[in-house]
C-alpha cells in the first residue's frame, strides 16, 4: 500500500521484534541450552578422538585445539588465520560469488517457476526437459562449463547458479499450485483481470514455498560453489580446501569447513529474515498459534 | 404482509433446463439435469439438498466457474450462459462466498474488503478504502481492519467476506454453504448477522445449505432438491414475515413448515447416503 498502514492496536510486528521476541522466550526453554551441548559434545568427541587418545585413523585429523590455536594465530605456522588478509580474500571470493549465483538463481528461477505453475501449456512444454535437466549433479557440468565459459569466474558462478536454480524453481510451481483454488476464482468475481490475479493472488500466494525454495537455494549454492571452487579458480573456500590438501596444511582445510559452515549458516538465516519481513500475515499468524 | 413490497428490482436469475454433465474417471456423471428455477430479484432463495447433489455445480455455472452442457441461465434478462456460450464471464454483479472462506489471507482485512473496486478501477485505493471502513463499520466490524484475516474468528472472517462481496455493489451473492464450518452458536450469531446486512443492502441471495432449519430461517423460498442428478424436487414458500429474528425459531408456523418439508429432504439425504455420492 503506497499509503503505508495506519498503526493499530494490534501494532506491526517487525521480523526485529518478532526475532527479539523468540530470542528471548527460547532463552527460557530447553532448546539454547540443548544446541550448546549438542557442540560441546561434538567438539569434545572430536577433540578426545583426534588429540587426546589419538584413536585409530583419527590420529591424523586435526584435532580442534589445533584448527583453533591456528584460526585465532596472529602468526599462523600454515600462513592463513583470522589475521591475515588472505582469509578474508577467501571468504569475500565465495561470498561474493553465491551472492551473484543467488540473485541470477532467483531472477530466472522465480519467474519460471511462477510460469510452471501458472499455465498448464508451460508446464507441458518445459517441465520434462526441466525433470531431465535436474538429476545431473553439478559436477558432471563442470567440463563443458569451462569449455563454454573462457574466463576464469564464469564458470564458477554458472556452476553455483545451476542447482540453485532448479530448487528455486521447483518450489516456487509447488508454491503456485498449492494455493487454494477458491482464491483465483473469489479474485475473478471481485473483477481481478488474469494479470491481477497473477500479481495479487498468484505470487503472494506462492511466497511462503518460494521462501522455502531460496532457503534450500542458497544451500544448495555453498554446496556447488565449493565443488566448483576445487575444480577452477584461484580465490575461495573451495579453493582453499583442495589447495590446503595439495600442500599437506591439514587445520587449513577445517577452517575453511568450518567457515563455509557459519558463513552459509548466516546467509540461509538471512533469507529467512526476508521472508519474514515480506510474509507479515504468515509471522502473525504462526505468533497466534503459539509457534 | 406483503413482504417483497420493498424488493430490488434488479438481480432476478432465471435457471431453464440447465444440464451438466462431468466426465469423471468413472465415466459421465449427469450432476444436474433440467433443472429450472426463477429466483426473483431481491429475495433470499435457499438451496437445500444432500451434500454431493449437485448444488455446487449450480452456483458455479451462475458464478462462471463452470460451463453447462445445456440449457440456459439469464441474470435481469441478460443471458449469462446458454447455447452459445457455456460458461459465463466471472463478474463482480455475481459474487461468490466460498464454503471455506476466501479471504486472501496476505492482505488485512480492510485490503481485502478494498480489493473489488480498485481492480475493476472504479475506485483508487484511498476511496476503495474509505468506503470499506464505512461498511466494516456498518457490519460491526470496527477494530479489525488493519487485522489479518488469520487473526480474526471465523465468524468475523465471513462476515468480512460478505462485506467485500456487497463492496462490488452485485446483484446476486451467491453464498455455497458460508457457515457450515462454524459451531452453532456461531451460526446463529451470523444468520442474524447476514440477515441485518441484508435488510441494509437489498440484493438477490442464493443461499446453498444442508441445513433445513437454516434455509427456513433466512429464506423467502426453499428450493429442495434431488439429489444428483440435481433439480427442484419441491419449491418451498416460507410465509413468515420478514424481517426476522430468532424468536421464529419457536413459532409454530416454522415447526409446521419444518414438519411439511423434512420428511422430502430426509428422503434426499437417505438416496444420497445410498449412491455414496462423493463431495464434487
Redesign the interface.
Known amino acids: 500500500m503506497a499509503e503505508g498502514k495506519p498503526a493499530t492496536s494490534a501494532g506491526e510486528i517487525g521480523a526485529w521484534a518478532m526475532f527479539t521476541y523468540r530470542f528471548s522466550r527460547s532463552l527460557r526453554s530447553p532448546t539454547p541450552y540443548l544446541m550448546l551441548a549438542g557442540f560441546a559434545l561434538f567438539f569434545g568427541a572430536w577433540f578426545l578422538l583426534s588429540e587426546v587418545f589419538r584413536f585409530w585413523r583419527f590420529a591424523s585429523l586435526p584435532g580442534p585445539r589445533q584448527v583453533l590455536i591456528e584460526w585465532f594465530n596472529p602468526n599462523p605456522v600454515y600462513g592463513m588465520s583470522l589475521y591475515t588478509p588472505d582469509y578474508y580474500m577467501h571468504v569475500w571470493m565465495s561470498l561474493r560469488r553465491v551472492l551473484i549465483a543467488f540473485v541470477i538463481s532467483t531472477g530466472l528461477g522465480v519467474p519460471f517457476g511462477l510460469f510452471l505453475g501458472w499455465s498448464r501449456n508451460f508446464r507441458e512444454f518445459t517441465f520434462p526437459v526441466f525433470e531431465t535437466l535436474r538429476p545431473i549433479p553439478v559436477l558432471a557440468w563442470v567440463p563443458l562449463a569451462i569449455v563454454m565459459f573462457r574466463a576464469d569466474e564464469t564458470p564458477v558462478i554458472f556452476l553455483t547458479t545451476l542447482a540453485s536454480f532448479y530448487a528455486t524453481a521447483l518450489n516456487t510451481m509447488l508454491g503456485v499450485q498449492s494455493i487454494d483454488p477458491s482464491f483465483p476464482r473469489a479474485a475473478a468475481c471481485l473483477g481481478a483481470s488474469k494479470w491481477q490475479i497473477f500479481r495479487h493472488i498468484i505470487i503472494p500466494g506462492a511466497l511462503p514455498f518460494i521462501f522455502t525454495g531460496l532457503q534450500i537455494s542458497v544451500g544448495v549454492a555453498w554446496f556447488s560453489l565449493v565443488a566448483a571452487e576445487m575444480v577452477s579458480g584461484e580465490y575461495g573456500l573451495g579453493y582453499l580446501i583442495n589447495s590446503s590438501y595439495v600442500n599437506v596444511q591439514y587445520p587449513i582445510i577445517i577452517i575453511g569447513m568450518m567457515s563455509v559452515g557459519i558463513v552459509g549458516y548466516t546467509t540461509s538465516a538471512l533469507v529467512r529474515v526476508a521472508g519474514d519481513y515480506l510474509m507479515q500475515w504468515r509471522v502473525r499468524e504462526l505468533a497466534l498459534g503459539g509457534r | 404482509m406483503n413482504v417483497r413490497q420493498e424488493f430490488a428490482t434488479k438481480g432476478a436469475i432465471r435457471i431453464q433446463n440447465v444440464d451438466k454433465v462431468y466426465y469423471a474417471r468413472e465415466g459421465a456423471v449427469q450432476a444436474v439435469s433440467d433443472c429450472s428455477l426463477d429466483i426473483r430479484a431481491g429475495e433470499i432463495c435457499m438451496i437445500v439438498g444432500p451434500s454431493g447433489c449437485g448444488k455446487t455445480t449450480l452456483l458455479n455455472a451462475i458464478?462462471?466457474?463452470h460451463d453447462i452442457t445445456g440449457g440456459a441461465i439469464h441474470l435481469d434478462g441478460e443471458m449469462l450462459c446458454g447455447p452459445d456460450r457455456p460458461k459465463a464471464e466471472?463478474?463482480?454483479d455475481?459474487?461468490?462466498v466460498?464454503q471455506?472462506?476466501?479471504l486472501?489471507?496476505?492482505?488485512?482485512n480492510l485490503?481485502n474488503v478494498a480489493?473489488?473496486p480498485v481492480?475493476?478501477g472504479k475506485m483508487n485505493?484511498?476511496q476503495a478504502r474509505e468506503k470499506a471502513l464505512g461498511m466494516m463499520a456498518d457490519a460491526g466490524l470496527s477494530?479489525v481492519?488493519?487485522?489479518?484475516p488469520?487473526?480474526v474468528s471465523s465468524g468475523m472472517r465471513r462476515r468480512v467476506e460478505i462485506v467485500?462481496?456487497l463492496m462490488?455493489d452485485p446483484k446476486v451473492l451467491l453464498l455455497d454453504e458460508p457457515f457450515r464450518a462454524l459451531d452453532s452458536l456461531t451460526k446463529s450469531v451470523m444468520h442474524e448477522a447476514l440477515l441485518e446486512i441484508y435488510y441494509k443492502n437489498k440484493v438477490t441471495i442464493f443461499f446453498i445449505t444442508h441445513d433445513l432449519e437454516e434455509a427456513i430461517f433466512l429464506g423467502h423460498r426453499v428450493a429442495i432438491m434431488t439429489t444428483r442428478p440435481c433439480k427442484p424436487k419441491k419449491i418451498l414458500e416460507v410465509d413468515i414475515p420478514h424481517p426476522r429474528n430468532y424468536s421464529v425459531l419457536t413459532s409454530p408456523r416454522f415447526r409446521s413448515l419444518m414438519e411439511e418439508t423434512v420428511s422430502a429432504v430426509h428422503e434426499e439425504a437417505v438416496k444420497a447416503f445410498e449412491a455414496g455420492e462423493k463431495e464434487m
Open positions: 458464478a462462471g466457474f466471472p463478474g463482480p455475481r459474487v461468490v466460498f471455506n472462506g476466501a486472501f489471507p496476505w492482505k488485512t485490503e480489493f473489488g481492480m475493476q485505493q484511498a477494530g481492519e488493519h487485522n489479518y488469520g487473526e467485500r462481496a462490488n
